[in-house]
């Protein structure tokens, strides 16, 4: 049995959504070289989002109870959060749950910045639908321009 990779099989989809699920690679660094290889970008785009996406909940879920359980431990008697906490609210403060989860995909990366808004105590609703948005148009800004550059040089 010989094993060869051909883009566009659904196994090449399956590694785009695993490798896009991990948390250090994001949808920026998968999308682009799956459709170089020959990958649909609308599928690629699609497929690399629900990778994405898949750890993002799951990191939004399971950190809720852990950060709400810290906030509550951390905050103690004194009423004062410890200097990470701090470090984390001010990035929310600067950019808001909104501007985290629309530009979390260049800048942080989605699981860090869906634990430094729950950290903050922004709810999980909140943190997912901001994150839902940046990702899908990063997604799809990121297919459409790699597409669009690809048709240039063939």
């Known amino acids: 049995m010989e094993f060869t990779f051909e883009a566009g099989q659904w196994w090449s989809y399956l590694i785009v959504f695993v490798a896009a699920a ?3 690679i994001e949808v920026l660094l998968v999308i682009p070289p799956a459709i170089l290889a020959g990958m649909s970008p609308l599928l690629t785009a699609i497929v ?24 509550k431990t951390r905050l103690g008697g004194s009423g004062k ?13 600067k950019w808001g749950v909104p501007g985290l989860g629309l530009l979390a995909p260049l800048l942080t990366g989605t699981h860090l910045a869906t634990i430094a808004a729950l950290t903050t105590g922004a709810s999980v609703g909140t943190v997912l639908r901001w994150m839902t948005l940046g990702l ?7 297919a459409g321009v790699t597409a669009a550059g690809l048709d240039l040089f063939t």
């Open 22 to 24: 991990v948390p250090v």
């Open 48 to 71: 690399a989002f629900a990778g994405n996406m898949s750890t993002v909940v799951l990191v939004a879920f399971l950190g809720e109870g852990i950060f709400s359980r810290l906030r």
């Open 81 to 93: 959060p410890s200097p990470r906490m701090q470090r984390a609210g001010e990035l929310v403060r």
């Open 136 to 142: 899908l148009g990063w997604s799809f800004l990121v």
